[in-house]
């Protein structure tokens, strides 16, 4: 098996660290110490922590691309489809052990501030994940693409924030049948038809 670059160790690491504790309680140092790598390796591959924050958001954002791509590959000649394959996807995602949400908004929560870097990369990287979904819904046939993609967005949300909440409780069926019934009417029933918006 090849060995993995240097790079790509200190990145999946990073990776790791930073989605289950958060990107401000890891440090260089642990992050050097357990990708095995030396310091001046790290810093031959990032200039700074920041610049392994935004390798981290582009990881992921990568890692979204591929969901898109695999429900095109599953069903390619209907967006529907792959809209409701995505729902099915985040449902399964958020039930895995050690789910802790959106990488994105995780980010911008821990950079607060609008001018900083990372900051805007969280913003950036989930206004172009959900864009993404505006265009496959557009694709689809929904009247309203955006409309629909932020509804998406919001009941997203909601389903992460009560996975916080209830924990082992939380049931991921009663957000896909909200979200399918969000895409089935903007398709097939009353949004396709609304004049008022």
């Not at 993609?149 to 949300?157: D, H, I, Q, V, W």
Request: aromatic share 10%; with cysteine; charged share 25%.
């Amino acid at each position: 098996m090849p060995r993995k670059s240097a790079r790509n160790q200190i990145l999946q690491v990073a990776s790791d660290l930073f989605y289950r504790e958060g990107i401000r309680a890891v440090g260089i140092d642990r992050i050097i110490a357990e990708a095995g790598i030396a310091k001046a390796s790290f810093y031959r591959n990032f200039a700074s922590k920041d610049d392994l924050v935004a390798a981290y958001l582009e990881y992921h954002q990568d890692l979204n691309a591929k969901d898109l791509e695999e429900a095109r590959l599953q069903h390619p000649d209907s967006a529907s489809k792959q809209l409701h394959a995505l729902i099915d996807k985040f449902a399964k995602k958020i039930k895995s052990p050690g789910y802790r949400g959106c990488p994105f908004v995780n980010t911008a929560v821990e950079f607060p501030d609008a001018s900083h870097h990372n900051h805007i990369n969280a913003v950036k990287g989930t206004e172009d994940n959900w864009g993404a979904i505006a265009l496959l819904a557009e694709k689809a046939g929904a009247a309203h693409p955006f409309e629909l993609a932020e509804l998406l967005r919001m009941l997203c949300s909601g389903a992460i924030t009560m996975s916080y909440i209830k924990k082992t409780d939380f049931n991921p069926d009663n957000f896909s049948k909200a979200a399918h019934m969000l895409v089935d009417s903007h398709l097939f029933g009353w949004a396709a038809t609304r004049k008022d918006v």
